[in-house]
């Protein structure tokens, strides 16, 4: 069965998989449901924290560990609802002008991306504090946030032709910076856990790069591979933002160590050494061989490689990943659109293999799900799984869109976004916070 942007590798029972800001959730859509996974004890089993029977989803994201999720259908592309899951309540929803590709969440702001604009909600209340306008089309909702608060940064491409980024900060509401990553369209852009790097890698996918997202200097450059023709699918900083995680659509994952102790103790050289024979030699040395040689020889020369690999049983398959300690142990986590989340070793020493810990079915029912069962008209069971991973290989056609115009969708045209709430403030507020009472679920969150 073909996806609904015309992907032949979506197939019938395929899934949608999202971790949380600090890898410590999975969502999870299948078939007419949603579920939320907690990671704590990923090494043995998934718990799974939270279930619903749901319109089927192309779009969720939950916001740390709270209660407020932000939710996308495929039913009405053009509506982001907000809930609080504990309480079984829609908080409030915003309809937009067009497909939303894509959302994002931190404990300031909700941004939503269409395909020619971005809008910048204050997460306390919901309101729209900012429009970008007149974005370079941008058909595949890519942008990212930092997780942060403090470098609350949000990015997205600056043009169609090239791999320019733009780095606008959320906060105080302008442009920060414009870095002109690649030369060729953006793939995938992933922050830092503190919002000050930013990587990237382009829709030729040999190179990863990794900026300084407050002035744009390059720090790192790793080279993924020499095979032509791949597509980055997913890349992520570690929670401890020592590593760089990539997949595409090859069977392989890629590691990297970002070793920034080096690049400190050059810079501590550079400033400190006084002797023509120190580190400024060596480094005039180093310029003045390269120069001789081809500048694609000298980028090759100077590129890190993968510290670690893991090689998956078959290519073409989506798959998100993530880097997190888990219970004191570095841990990668690969959830992958046919229903399987693999949790693997990091070895220290480089070259050496990861070891696969435990893989979980996704798709299986186990004694560790609460089953909530919503009685709502706005639930509805015997839905198709046209659902993918990431969100943007699963946005529904500009056709799809406009049949569903009419399902709730709301303000076809219209330049702001409505909305409508169906909860107090104070709910809301707290489910922002994540500090609901004791004893508001029957799940342990």
Not at 419 to 445: C, F, I, T
Request: glycine content about 6%.
């Amino acid at each position: 069965m073909m996806s609904l942007l015309g992907r032949s590798e979506v197939d019938t029972g395929e899934v949608f998989v999202n971790f949380n800001q600090n890898i410590t959730s999975l969502a999870v859509a299948t078939n007419g449901n949603y579920s939320l996974y907690s990671l704590g004890s990923v090494d043995s089993t998934l718990d799974k924290i939270y279930h619903t029977k749901s319109d089927d989803l192309f779009l969720i994201e939950r916001l740390f560990e709270s209660s407020l999720v932000a939710i996308v259908s495929q039913r009405a592309p053009r509506k982001l609802k907000v809930c609080h899951f504990k309480k079984q309540s829609e908080i409030c929803n915003y309809s937009y002008s067009n497909t939303i590709l894509a959302v994002k969440l931190n404990r300031e702001r909700l941004i939503v991306c269409l395909e020619e604009s971005l809008y910048i909600h204050n997460i306390q209340d919901m309101k729209v504090v900012h429009t970008i306008r007149d974005t370079p089309s941008n058909q595949q909702g890519l942008c990212a946030l930092s997780s942060s608060s403090e470098h609350c940064y949000l990015a997205y491409p600056g043009s169609v032709i090239t791999g320019e980024v733009q780095i606008f900060d959320a906060i105080n509401l302008h442009a920060k910076t414009m870095i002109n990553a690649h030369d060729t369209p953006l793939a995938a852009i992933a922050f830092s856990p503190s919002g000050t790097e930013i990587a990237t890698a382009s829709e030729r996918g040999t190179v990863i790069r990794v900026f300084s997202s407050q002035d744009g200097s390059r720090l790192f450059e790793l080279r993924r591979g020499l095979k032509r023709c791949v597509s980055i699918v997913s890349l992520s900083f570690s929670t401890c933002a020592d590593y760089l995680v990539s997949s595409s659509n090859t069977e392989t994952v890629h590691i990297f160590r970002l070793d920034r102790s080096a690049a400190e103790n050059n810079d501590h050289g550079k400033q400190s050494s006084d002797d023509w024979m120190g580190y400024s030699f060596f480094r005039y040395l180093s310029k003045t061989v390269t120069s001789y040689l081809p500048t694609q020889v000298t980028d090759v020369l100077s590129q890190g490689r993968a510290f670690a690999s893991v090689t998956l049983p078959e290519a073409g398959v989506r798959r998100m990943c993530a880097i997190a300690t888990i219970q004191k142990q570095l841990r990668l986590l690969i959830a992958s659109q046919d229903g399987y989340l693999y949790v693997y070793s990091i070895p220290s020493i480089e070259g050496a293999e990861c070891q696969l810990i435990k893989r979980h079915d996704l798709r299986l029912d186990d004694n560790y799900a609460m089953d909530v069962k919503v009685n709502s008209p706005h639930h509805t069971a015997g839905l198709n799984s046209n659902v993918s991973i990431g969100g943007a290989a699963g946005v529904p056609s500009a056709a799809a869109a406009a049949a569903a115009g009419g399902s709730g969708d709301g303000g076809k045209g219209a330049e702001k976004p409505g909305s409508s709430s169906n909860a107090a403030g104070a709910s809301y507020a707290s489910a922002v916070k994540g500090d609901e009472p004791a004893g508001s679920s029957s799940s342990n969150n």
